[in-house]
């Protein structure tokens, strides 16, 4: 397997900004609506002033 790092962090699509600012994650039906730093119930996305999806690159090495 090729070993390689490259960010750990990516920007998502499939979420929005509700009225009071937090994030909808509209990725999976458990909707999550996160505050700013706050991670959705899987601990793979989290609200950075947009959803995004950390500590990708472990996931793409355990495929
Ligand atoms: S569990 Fe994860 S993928 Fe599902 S809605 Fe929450 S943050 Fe999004």
Redesign the pocket.
């Known amino acids: 397997m090729t070993d390689f790092i490259i960010n750990d962090t990516v920007k998502t699509n499939?979420?929005h900004q509700l009225d009071d600012g937090r994030i909808?994650?509209?990725?999976?039906?458990?909707?999550?609506k996160?505050h700013s730093d706050q991670?959705?119930?899987?601990?793979?996305?989290?609200n950075r002033n947009e959803?995004s999806a950390i500590n990708w690159w472990r996931l793409v090495r355990a495929i």
Do not use: E, M, T
């Open positions: 499939y979420w909808q994650c509209d990725l999976c039906p458990r909707f999550c996160l991670r959705g119930l899987c601990f793979v996305r989290q959803l």
